[in-house]
């Protein structure tokens, strides 16, 4: 018997916490979410717990119905000091240009470096925006062609929902995903290699 | 991104890129402003990358903004 958690109409990251919670007791739970964004924020964090997850949407919401397999999950990061290593490169971006000092000369070199990110080896497997840098995901952003390019490559771009709230961004993201800082955090400590622009 | 299609202005210093990409966009040339490629040389590290049938459009007004350019180059 599976276990339900209402989530709906929980603002960000409730939803997750309620949802990881649920899982440290059961095996298999529900979760009822109310828009796309918490199911993708619910989705991502059951998946990266080593859940099956599967979505169902019903008049009243959606329900994500996520099993557990093998052991409880635990409670806290339990990658000791030094063990990283080998996850996916992930990039940083906390500013719309690049280099402090003139921020014409930064936005011509955060061009040229988005430009040549797509021609170039290693590409990192998640681009990380926060700060000013989400401005550089909504619509009009100078590098918005080369990061649709590097997500048809399969690149993870996760962008702060905090920061595009706070610069009233969030309806005009162009590329990639909302996401929190839970699922920044995470991706950042679980990072073999992380590059900060 | 490929560049295939495209040509690549070679002009004297950033600012004068910078200068070149607001020449093109007034005579709705589109343009973008890329680092030099690598089989190139230039004094500055950043060119004007224009699509390949544009090139000579994208020239002339260069010329007649009176931006020196440096080399022009199909990519």
Do not use: W
């Not at chain 2, 690598?38 to 009176?66: E, W």
């Amino acid at each position: 018997m599976a276990k339900i958690v209402d989530a709906r109409g929980l603002p960000c990251p409730q939803p997750v916490i309620m949802t990881r919670n649920a899982l440290q007791e059961c095996a298999a739970v529900t979760t009822q979410v109310a828009h796309e964004p918490s199911q993708q924020h619910v989705a991502r964090m059951a998946a990266r717990s080593g859940c099956t997850v599967q979505a169902e949407k019903l008049d009243d919401g959606i329900y994500l119905h996520i099993a557990r397999e093998g052991t409880p999950l635990e409670h806290t990061v339990p990658q000791p000091v030094g063990a990283a290593g080998e996850g996916p490169l992930v990039l940083t971006i906390p500013d719309e240009s690049m280099g402090r000092g003139e921020p014409e000369l930064g936005q011509i070199l955060v061009r040229g470096f988005f430009h040549t990110l797509g021609e170039i080896e290693p590409l990192p497997g998640t681009i990380i925006f926060f700060n000013s840098g989400v401005r550089l995901v909504v619509e009009g952003s100078p590098v918005l062609e080369d990061l649709l390019s590097l997500c048809d490559k399969g690149i993870e771009i996760l962008a702060c929902g905090t920061c595009l709230d706070y610069f009233g961004l969030k309806e005009r993201i162009a590329v990639g995903e909302v996401s929190n800082m839970y699922t920044i955090a995470e991706t950042l400590l679980r990072a073999g290699r992380v590059v900060s622009l | 991104m490929t560049q295939d299609g495209f040509s690549v202005i070679l002009v004297l210093a950033t600012s004068h890129a910078v200068r070149a990409e607001k020449v093109l966009a007034q005579v709705d040339v589109p343009c973008k402003l890329i680092p030099v490629p690598r089989h190139l040389s230039s004094n500055c590290g950043v060119c004007v990358r224009v699509r390949r049938p544009d090139r000579k459009a994208a020239v002339q007004a260069l010329n007649a903004a009176q931006i020196e350019m440096e080399g022009v180059h199909d990519a």
